[in-house]
């Protein structure tokens, strides 16, 4: 478990400082249409709307309803703290990014990987809370329905 939880910040990490490189460098945004709007979208709306479809699909019971308020709560304002973390980020890394020395780059990526593994710490413990007061079944359905958004989500951010 821990192995796979530093394999996929180091993932995490690395593929928003590519990403970050990526939109630093001049003329290399793609214009805003329907292709690519998905990866343009606010991640609070995206994180709410996979919320309600985890919430219809676990049938939860009346006795898990606030353990299900206190979880979507707490990872909505995750999400909000994310998409702040990483507008941060970008100002952070300057438009000369490009042109700085590897070192500094790599300082640069450093602070972005702790913080994207401190995000993904603090969701793992929300997670495991509200995991926790499943049943059997609801938690193979919060595996699948997880592990689907995931690859889904990894998917758009490698367009």
Same mark, same amino acid.
């Given at each position: /478990?821990?192995?796979?939880?530093? @394999?996929?910040?180091? *993932? +995490? ?8 490189? #990526? ?9 805003l249409n329907a292709a690519?709007? +998905? ?7 995206? @994180? ?19 353990? !299900? ?10 999400? @909000? /703290? ?26 640069? /990526?450093?602070?972005? /990987? ?10 793992? +413990?929300? @997670?495991?809370?509200? #995991? ?17 958004? !995931? ?6 951010? *490698?367009?």
């Amino acid at each position: /478990m821990k192995n796979s939880l530093v @394999t996929a910040c180091l *993932m +995490s990490g690395l593929m928003f400082v590519g990403a970050a490189s #990526y939109a630093a460098s001049p003329g290399t945004q793609p214009p805003l249409n329907a292709a690519n709007a +998905s990866q343009q979208q606010d991640p609070v709306p995206a @994180t709410q709307k996979r919320l309600a479809e985890l919430k219809q699909k676990l049938n939860l019971k009346p006795a898990q309803q606030a353990a !299900w308020v206190t979880f979507s709560s707490d990872l909505a304002a995750q999400a @909000t /703290m994310r998409a702040q973390s990483k507008e941060k980020m970008k100002g952070a890394l300057g438009p000369d990014y490009q042109n700085l020395p590897t070192p500094e780059k790599m300082e640069k /990526m450093v602070i972005i /990987m702790r913080s994207n593994a401190d995000f993904l710490s603090k969701t793992a +413990s929300i @997670t495991k809370a509200f #995991y926790d007061g499943l049943s059997t079944e609801q938690k193979t359905i919060f595996d699948l329905f997880a592990k689907t958004s !995931w690859n889904n989500r990894m998917k758009e951010q *490698m367009r």
